[in-house]
Structure formats: C-alpha cells, structure tokens
C-alpha cells in the first residue's frame, strides 16, 4: 500500500460540472501539497495546505489532519483544467522540507 | 518574475556523448532540486542544493553530475547515460533552504531527455 493514495486515478467530467479529487495517506504529516501538471510537462503548486481549507478561484483544497485526507475541489469546471493533479505529503519525520512523498496522480480530463 | 527556466525544452543523445541542463531562477530562492520522471509517474528527487551546496544526493549514478554555480543557476551534467535514463528532468526552486520545511515549490518546465 502506498504511502499516499489518490482516487479517482482517471476522471473524465463535462464542462461546467463540480470536480472532486481525494488524497488519503497513510502517515503524520507537517505538510500537503497539490501540484497541476499539464501535457509537456510544467508543474505548477496549486496549494500547500498544514490545516483547514485554501480557496484560488475556483480552487478549493481541504484537508482533515485527524483522518489523514484531503480533497481538491474544482468549480465550473473547463476543459483548460484538464491536466494531472498530483498530491504530495511532507512526512513530519522527514528532517528536510525538500522530500515529498508523491501520489500517482488524477487525470482530469474535461470535455467542452 | 516567479518563473523557473530550463533549458534546453528536448535533448537526444547518445550513451556515449556529453550534456548539460540548465536551470535558472531569479526569485532570489535559495534551494534548488532536480527531480526525475518517468512517464506516468510521479517525479522522483535526485538532488538539492541549499544556499549552493549539496544537501541531499538521493544516490544518483555518478553519470548524472549536479553544479550550482551560483544561487540563480543549477546545471546537471550527463555523461555516458544509458537508454533507461530517458526521462523529464525538472528543476525546481524553493524561497528558503532546508530548515524551512513548509515551502511552496516552484517547477520549471522540464527538459524531455532522450538517450539513444
């Protein structure tokens, strides 16, 4: 079992529809992260979140310390948002902030 | 400009020939990372650099080179690598060094490498 796991591996939505993508992992953590990489490569840091709930548009990113889970959420969606969404935990044994823990990925995957 | 620039975007080469990646950052950062990734997986770490010295070498094969000849720029050096080394390289950079644990990171675009 891996250390942080995401659901759905593959999600296909229609435009406009409300887009949930889960992360669970199995460790404590000091940090999660949820990173947006779109075809050719680019990675962009979408939130770094250590409690509650960040809102960037029409992003919004939870976590739940107690049940080791967080959640990305995505508004309207648009097919600009298709892309793979990757989450990635900071453990707190880790002595650098530099090493993350990965999650395979969500493919999102929105049609107009 | 909160941009991380590599270049070059593709490089082919082959096993026996001699390369660099660039990476470079001008946010003032002070740690900067090279990762890994295979297709379809996530990126791996593979090295980091703190206030311009080698902090963390995640046991990567000595034909892969790290130089960070000042705190804008990070090179990685190839040498003789083998076809399994066909990868996205990403560069990343962070605002502080190693002692600030809860940093947003900043990536660039890759370089898609292909070893022949």
């Known amino acids: 079992k891996n250390e942080v796991e995401q659901s759905p591996q593959n999600l296909t939505a229609q435009e406009g529809e409300f887009i949930t993508i889960n992360c669970s992992y199995s460790?404590?953590?000091?940090?999660l992260h949820w990173l947006q990489q779109h075809p050719g490569g680019g990675i962009v840091s979408l939130f770094m979140l250590s409690s509650g709930k960040k809102k960037h548009g029409r992003l919004i990113a939870t976590i739940n310390i107690q049940e080791k889970h967080s959640s990305l959420h995505i508004t309207a969606s648009h097919p600009r948002d298709s892309a793979v969404y990757i989450c990635?935990?900071?453990?707190?044994?880790?002595?650098?902030?530099?090493?993350?823990?990965f999650g395979e990925g969500t493919q999102l995957t929105v049609n107009p | 400009d909160t941009e991380v620039t590599q270049t070059p975007k593709h490089l082919v080469m082959g096993m026996t020939n001699k390369k660099s990646l660039k990476c470079e950052q001008h946010m003032g950062h002070r740690a900067m990372y090279w990762y890994k990734q295979k297709a379809k997986k996530p990126p791996e770490l593979m090295f980091v650099y703190s206030y311009e010295k080698l902090s963390i070498n995640e046991s990567v094969p000595s034909r892969f080179s790290p130089e960070c000849p000042n705190s804008s720029l990070l090179n990685l050096h190839l040498h003789a690598l083998q076809p399994e080394d066909s990868a996205l390289y990403l560069c990343a950079s962070s605002q502080l060094g190693l002692e600030e644990t809860n940093e947003k990171l900043f990536f660039g675009s890759g370089t898609q490498l292909s070893v022949l």
């Open positions: 990635a935990v900071r453990g707190i044994w880790e002595t650098s902030g530099s090493r993350l823990t």
């Open positions: 460790v404590g953590i000091s940090a």
